[in-house]
């Protein structure tokens, strides 16, 4: 209703050109022809396939098969009023004939009352013609819409399939509900239509619909939906990141309001290379029960000028309509540097970045992790960027036995069975991800032998090995002394 409105106030308006980026072509041409007819004006619409039509009606072609500056040239020639639907004409405006054609019609738009109406997925406007544009954005559909919309997939499943009516339970239809926001109307009957096919919806088949959302608006493979998200009991230690999270988890899930509360932003994990950062980026997803979304900084950065920025814009903008989510930028520094080898792609990609943290207001939780903090642009890490920079530091000997228990179980092993008075000590200055290789190497020993992992052979495997600790001893020293009154202990 708001969409049909809006479009009739800018028709009315006698803006020369009108913009609709929009995939949802069937939505769009039945609001325009809407349009027409509250207006009292007549339509005609192009492509390449059809030519030009004058009307509803295909076989009524004015200007039957015209190419694309034909058709200009014969809307420009007749003067005829009225609104000129033109649907995917973005390949043709690298033609300089064509800008000029489009600018002479818009120039004359209000004396002859002609409307130029570009329908594409997606359309540049040439800078000479941007002062006679205006761009329209169909509004996305609303809880009741989508309510309706997934009524009727139900419905129509079993009536094709002869089946009792499709039983979607209340909580279910809520996450069905949430997990649709962002998409538009088309899209929400692609995604259901795919991933609603038995009688008893199940929780599974709510992430399925997770899943083709994503498959569906990840057009550039920039990011990636990771899956395999763990929980905070697969995480050891991190008790201030673990507590600081949970008394946030119900205003980012909009479970409670707080006046004066703020929806969470984000966090910065900075810590030594295998300390569990990216595992816990994981667990901050799996344990709020939303998607984990990783940027790909290495898809994002394209040889060809703008695409880079174009990626950077659209990939924001997907997180947006996947929220809530949490957006996930591993190892960060080594997408955004302080270097300016790349001709200040890198810089620009800053900017982007900096403007949409500011300005979000949708339930997308940013979490950056990073190992070097001193190539990390000093604008990133001004107070209000982050919510919280946490430092995730080497595990302590309770840490450690935590840890030493979770990779233990993981493998079917009872960590009762091991001595951890001389298992701690020996694995001082051990990260996360070494403790769990040195149980991998143990086990490794074991092959051609007993079969049993035993206290003496993880032993073995821990003293087999230098720790990063111990190899790179002056740089996480130095990285643990900065971070020391510069962060939040995780």
């Known amino acids: 209703m708001y969409d049909q409105k809006d479009l009739i106030t800018l028709i009315k308006s006698r803006m020369p050109i009108i913009v609709v980026e929009t995939t949802?072509?069937?939505?769009?041409?039945?609001?325009?022809?809407?349009?027409?007819?509250?207006?009292?004006q007549n339509i005609s619409r192009w492509n390449i396939a059809e030519g030009l039509v004058t009307g509803t009606n295909a076989s009524s072609g004015a200007g039957g098969g015209l190419e694309p500056t034909e058709v200009l040239l014969t809307i420009w020639n007749t003067k005829n009023p009225g609104i000129f639907v033109l649907i995917d004409f973005h390949p043709f405006m690298t033609e300089p004939r064509n800008v000029r054609l489009i600018k002479e019609i818009a120039q004359g738009a209000e004396r002859y009352r002609q409307t130029l109406v570009f329908v594409s997925y997606r359309f540049d406007i040439p800078e000479e013609l941007q002062i006679y544009c205006a761009r329209f954005e169909l509004r996305l559909p609303g809880d009741d819409e989508i309510l309706q919309l997934i009524k009727g997939i139900a419905v129509r499943w079993s009536a094709n399939n002869r089946t009792p009516p499709m039983i979607i339970p209340g909580e279910i239809k809520t996450m069905l509900l949430k997990n649709m926001r962002g998409l538009s109307v088309q899209e929400v009957g692609r995604v259901l239509q795919k991933t609603l096919t038995t009688q008893e919806i199940t929780r599974d088949q709510v992430d399925d619909?997770?899943?083709a959302k994503y498959e569906l608006l990840n057009k550039d493979g920039v990011l990636s939906y990771e899956q395999d998200t763990a929980r905070f009991s697969d995480v050891g230690g991190v008790p201030n990141l673990k507590r600081w999270l949970q008394q946030r988890q119900p205003i980012f899930l909009g479970d409670k309001t707080i006046p004066g509360i703020d929806m969470p932003k984000g966090i910065l994990l900075l810590g030594i290379q295998g300390s569990g950062k990216s595992l816990a980026a994981k667990a901050v997803a799996g344990s709020w029960g939303v998607p984990l979304l990783r940027l790909d900084f290495g898809a994002l950065y394209d040889k060809y000028i703008g695409e880079t920025e174009r990626k950077t814009r659209e990939s924001l903008k997907m997180a947006e309509r996947m929220a809530p989510c949490v957006l996930w930028f591993d190892e960060i520094e080594k997408g955004i540097s302080l270097e300016d080898n790349d001709g200040g792609t890198s810089r620009r990609i800053l900017?982007?970045?900096?403007?949409?943290?500011?300005?979000?207001k949708s339930a997308v939780f940013m979490v950056a992790t990073a190992n070097d903090i001193q190539s990390l642009p000093p604008e990133l890490m001004r107070k209000g960027r982050f919510d919280e920079i946490f430092f995730v530091d080497l595990p302590d000997p309770e840490t450690r036995k935590v840890i030493f228990s979770i990779h233990l179980k993981k493998r079917g092993l009872n960590p009762d069975d091991y001595d951890f008075t001389r298992l701690l000590p020996a694995s001082e200055g051990f990260s996360g991800s070494e403790l769990e290789q040195a149980v991998v190497s143990g086990l490794y020993s074991c092959v051609g032998g007993s079969g049993i992992l035993t206290n003496e052979r993880l032993l073995n495997a821990l003293?087999?090995?230098?720790?990063?600790?111990?190899?790179?001893?002056?740089?996480?020293?130095?990285?643990?002394?900065?971070?020391?009154?510069r962060t939040v202990l995780a």
């Open 24 to 40: 949802d072509e069937g939505r769009i041409l039945g609001l325009i022809h809407n349009a027409a007819a509250t207006t009292g």
């Open 463 to 485: 003293h087999a090995t230098k720790p990063l600790s111990v190899v790179m001893a002056e740089q996480i020293e130095a990285l643990r002394e900065w971070a020391h009154e």
């Open 351 to 360: 900017s982007t970045l900096l403007t949409w943290m500011a300005e979000r």
């Open 209 to 211: 619909v997770l899943k």
